[in-house]
Nanobody
């Protein structure tokens, strides 16, 4: 199994910053080429959407709405992915979920419990 534990959410004023962390653990956790680990979010009444992911050995991918404001990074030694969020806007308010996916392994798609990010005016 794989466990993903998020932290770092909270309440911040517009224009502020937060850093989310996602620590991965478990006997089945590993990263290989083309695997992905990253962040999605879900606002009330909306579908879950991609925020930023790392495609191992390839690149990173960001939602257009966060480009230039958010940065995803990974500490492979700690099996941890970070999301540095700056210039936060009220529309960034959502529950942020960490995800680990190995597209070549059927069923290998794990989610964290989510962390709330609230941006006030």
């Amino acid at each position: 199994q794989v466990q993903l534990v998020e932290s770092g959410g909270g309440l911040v004023q517009a224009g502020g910053s937060l850093r989310l962390s996602c620590a991965a653990s478990g006997s089945m956790f590993r990263f290989d080429f083309m695997d992905t680990m990253g962040w999605y979010r879900q606002a009330p009444g909306k579908q879950r959407e991609l925020v930023a992911i790392i495609i191992i050995g390839v690149s990173t991918k960001y939602a257009d709405s966060v480009k230039g404001r958010f940065t995803i990074s990974r500490d492979s030694a700690k099996n941890t992915v970070y999301l540095q969020m700056s210039s936060l806007k009220p529309e960034d308010t959502a529950v942020y979920y960490c995800n680990a996916n190995r597209p070549r392994i059927p069923g290998y798609d794990y989610w964290g419990q989510g962390t709330q990010v609230t941006v006030s005016l």
